[in-house]
């Protein structure tokens, strides 16, 4: 006898009950856009020769540019969980490829500032213009009641994802062999 689960042929565990095809279908449509998006990202990652941890600070550093901020070493370690002895090799990676340079604290000469360099917002904005602007022409299509709608939606998601503790990975069923 084998162990079932509620998976189908769209890959959504929620059995097939016809009054839920159209949340199914939402769901499915989610889950697509996200592999389409990490494949995405997966073309930057290429396009910029760095790994996913490397994006990762370099988006937290360039968002901090942005508003005015700089990010030194420890900041960096604490906002991604990692070890400072990751953290330098990252940095070093990130100085390496051309994208963030070391810069002495203007206020504090023994602290450190992370900075992205010019050739580093060429290339995110080289890499990421088109797809923004594709993304910005479909959500603009929207009315903006369901602008709304798809709002309230994705932020209900979020905080459902953001409230979820995360489940063992042995308490999902597995189909084993019949």
Same mark, same amino acid.
Do not use: C
């Given at each position: 006898?084998?162990?079932?689960?509620?998976?189908?042929?769209? =890959?959504?565990?929620?059995? =097939? +009950?016809?009054?839920?095809?159209?949340?199914?279908?939402?769901?499915?449509?989610?889950?697509?856009?996200?592999?389409?998006?990490?494949?995405?990202?997966?073309?930057?990652?290429?396009?910029?020769?760095?790994?996913?941890?490397?994006?990762?600070?370099?988006?937290?550093?360039?968002?901090?540019?942005?508003? =005015?901020?700089?990010?030194g070493p420890t900041d960096?370690?604490?906002?991604? #969980? +990692?070890?400072?002895a990751s953290t330098t090799?990252?940095?070093?990676?990130?100085?390496?490829?051309?994208?963030?340079?070391?810069? +002495?604290?203007?206020?504090?000469?023994?602290?450190?500032?992370?900075?992205?360099?010019?050739? #580093?917002?060429?290339?995110?904005?080289?890499?990421?213009?088109?797809?923004?602007?594709?993304?910005?022409?479909?959500?603009?299509?929207? #009315?903006?009641?369901?602008?709304?709608?798809?709002?309230?939606?994705l932020l209900a998601l979020?905080?459902?994802?953001?409230?979820?503790?995360?489940?063992?990975?042995?308490?999902?069923? +597995?189909?084993?062999? #019949?």
């Open positions: 006898m084998s162990s079932t689960t509620a998976s189908d042929a769209n =890959g959504y565990w929620y059995p =097939g +009950i016809p009054d839920r095809e159209p949340a199914r279908a939402v769901l499915k449509a989610l889950r697509e856009y996200r592999a389409a998006e990490q494949e995405m990202r997966q073309r930057i990652r290429n396009d910029l020769n760095i790994n996913e941890k490397d994006l990762q600070a370099l988006h937290y550093l360039m968002h901090a540019y942005q508003h =005015g901020n700089a990010l960096l370690s604490r906002l991604m #969980s +990692i070890s400072t090799a990252l940095i070093d990676r990130l100085v390496g490829s051309g994208h963030v340079e070391r810069q +002495i604290h203007p206020t504090d000469r023994r602290a450190l500032k992370l900075v992205p360099t010019d050739k #580093s917002h060429v290339d995110m904005q080289t890499s990421l213009q088109r797809f923004h602007e594709r993304m910005m022409d479909i959500a603009s299509s929207l #009315s903006p009641k369901d602008a709304n709608v798809v709002t309230r939606f979020t905080e459902t994802v953001d409230q979820e503790p995360q489940a063992p990975w042995n308490s999902v069923p +597995i189909a084993g062999p #019949s």
